[in-house]
């Protein structure tokens, strides 16, 4: 499984910006996929997820009611939208992805390459 990550970029905050995740391979509606992101001096956090069915989501309290998390099993795709975007959203946002149909703690047996968000104040 291959993850192609693009749509960072900078914003104003009060913006919006969505994040796409491309998934490679045929095992697409197998993966449990979600979002981390890292910012400069910080450990890495997770920001959101979505099960395999799209069916359970999870969002960081720091990002809930602003993000949204989707996910098109015709694309191959996951979605992360943020919307009300805060310079404390700056990071570097990666997806990753569990080949599991559970559901819990994402660990990321794949990752995508990063893709900078920066907001402006």
């Known amino acids: 499984v291959q993850l192609q990550a693009s749509g960072g970029g900078l914003v104003q905050a009060g913006g919006s910006l969505r994040l796409s995740c491309a998934a490679s391979?045929?095992?697409?509606?197998?993966?449990?996929m979600g979002w981390f992101r890292q910012a400069p001096g910080k450990e890495r956090e997770s920001v959101a997820a979505?099960?395999?069915?799209?069916?359970?989501?999870y969002y960081a309290d720091s990002v809930k009611g602003r993000f949204t998390i989707s996910r098109d099993t015709a694309k191959n795709t996951v979605y992360l939208q943020m919307n009300s975007l805060k310079p404390e959203d700056t990071a570097v946002y990666y997806c990753?992805?569990?080949?599991?149909?559970?559901?819990?703690?994402?660990?990321?047996?794949?990752w995508g390459q990063g893709t900078q968000v920066t907001v402006s104040s």
């Open positions: 990753a992805a569990d080949l599991t149909t559970g559901w819990g703690r994402l660990s990321g047996d794949y």
């Open positions: 979505i099960s395999f069915s799209g069916g359970r989501t």
């Open positions: 391979g045929r095992t697409f509606s197998s993966l449990t």
